[in-house]
């Protein structure tokens, strides 16, 4: 079975500053990888997934992240981040399909002025 | 092109009532997956739907079924419905995730358990 560690519930960080939002998995298979934003009182957004290939992977709004299969880790990283990235953001992983994802238990990163 | 709509957004039921939820899957993505948001348990997955069969499912109690209907529309329905079945129930709909194809989530149908 994989699993999925977000190690920090709370990130804050001042508006224009870098930011990275930390993903271990565990997994004894290949993975698939996906982060995705909830914005309060909606759904999920995909930000950006890894299938396969190059290991960073650039999505939107200007975030990106980078798969390192010998850390097993897919952190998420941001180089300025704005106000309106406040949310709560998941690490995913999903393994043999993408169908059955387990989801990490989210970062809630607090952007001020 | 329209999103993953799921209806209601909320709802209030009572203990030992039963509900359905519906989920309408952006068009042309024939696999619909259902998830459980809570605080305590985070988002876990329910089942998933391709072309009206279950294809895959986690571990929730029996009260917990859904179907697929011709239309790739889903429904997922509790019964005898408990207070720790509050939560958010989020749909997401996929071309196939078993080729790859990400989820795309609909903005949940609260249900409150009084």
């Known amino acids: 079975a994989q699993s999925v560690t977000q190690l920090d519930s709370q990130v804050p960080v001042f508006e224009e500053a870098p930011v990275e939002l930390r993903c271990n998995y565990s997994?004894?298979?290949?993975?698939?990888l996906f982060w995705y934003v909830q914005y309060p009182n909606q759904g999920l957004q995909l930000l950006l997934k890894y299938l396969s290939g190059s290991t960073l992977v650039k999505g939107i709004n200007g975030f990106e992240a980078e798969f390192n299969k010998s850390q097993t880790s897919f952190h998420l990283r941001k180089p300025s981040v704005h106000i309106s990235d406040t949310a709560e953001y998941f690490c995913a992983v999903g393994t043999g399909t993408a169908s059955k994802l387990t989801f990490g238990t989210g970062t809630r990163l607090q952007v001020t002025l | 092109k329209a999103g993953v709509t799921q209806t209601p957004r909320y709802l209030i039921k009572t203990r030992g009532q039963q509900v359905t939820l519906s989920c309408s899957p952006i068009?042309?993505?024939?696999?619909v997956s259902w998830y459980q948001q809570t605080p305590g348990q985070g988002l876990q997955f329910l089942f998933e739907y391709f072309s009206e069969t279950q294809r895959n499912k986690g571990n929730f109690p029996g009260r917990f079924s859904g179907r697929q209907f011709s239309n790739s529309r889903s429904e997922m329905n509790v019964s005898t419905l408990e207070l720790g079945d509050s939560a958010l129930y989020l749909c997401?709909?996929?071309?196939?995730?078993?080729?790859?194809?990400?989820?795309?989530f609909g903005d949940g149908t609260r249900l409150s358990i009084l």
């Open positions: 997994s004894s298979v290949s993975v698939y």
């Open positions: 068009s042309g993505h024939r696999s």
């Open positions: 997401a709909s996929s071309l196939d995730p078993a080729l790859n194809q990400p989820q795309h």
